[in-house]
């Protein structure tokens, strides 16, 4: 049976990767997939990893109805066996919807990737309504790691290596821009404490932290 599939995960630990993977392995095998995306990194119409990999893809306008695209383009005769849909988080939930209605009225698996969680810890609109609606939903196994070396489980927005806490909830950048508006995962205690890499590295660096020898 056809399935709403959501694989999320953190920033960094190969989703988009992953998309590319599927997408590969069933193009290999004669299938035709249909891909959509969303602020991909790699600019407008793209779907890359950041091991370099990158593929055209169809980018999703704010009220764009997913499901009537699809049943246009089938009934001006092409194909869709599959669907990819990449940066998930940032869709609209009626538009998780209508992914949803394209596997059940048309019959055609649906791969979703996206993060869970904002800069914030809270939920994306998008990512929520595809736990609510996916038949399953799978946590990457490939884990992104905090600079202190455990797991990391949240993603935090830096400016100039300092995390930040406001601002708007979609904000495209990177992980490992320290200089600009960028993205780094941390675990959930460093988040807790908004310490980053840098932030910890400069806490390290301070005379206020060094050890006084006694007199």
Request: charged content about 25%.
């Amino acid at each position: 049976m056809p399935e709403l599939v959501f694989f999320s995960g953190t920033m960094d630990c190969g989703k988009s990767t992953l998309a590319l993977q599927i997408e590969h392995n069933r193009s290999a095998r004669g299938l035709q997939g249909m891909i959509f995306t969303r602020d991909d990194r790699a600019g407008e119409g793209k779907l890359s990893s950041r091991l370099g990999l990158v593929t055209d893809a169809v980018e999703v306008a704010d009220d764009q109805d997913l499901y009537a695209y699809l049943v246009d383009h089938l009934s001006q005769g092409g194909r869709a066996d599959y669907v990819i849909a990449d940066e998930a988080q940032f869709l609209a939930p009626a538009q998780i919807d209508q992914l949803a209605r394209v596997v059940d009225d048309l019959d055609v698996d649906v791969f979703a990737f996206g993060i869970t969680t904002d800069f914030r810890s809270k939920l994306f609109p998008g990512s929520q309504r595809l736990v609510e609606l996916a038949d399953r939903v799978e946590v990457l196994q490939v884990e992104a790691l905090c600079w202190c070396g455990a797991r990391a489980t949240h993603n935090a927005r830096t400016v100039g290596g300092e995390m930040v806490v406001e601002g708007a909830q979609v904000v495209v950048g990177d992980v490992n821009q320290p200089e600009n508006i960028g993205y780094e995962v941390l675990c959930r205690r460093h988040h807790r404490r908004r310490m980053t890499a840098a932030t910890a590295r400069a806490s390290a660096l301070s005379p206020d932290v060094l050890p006084i020898a006694s007199a």
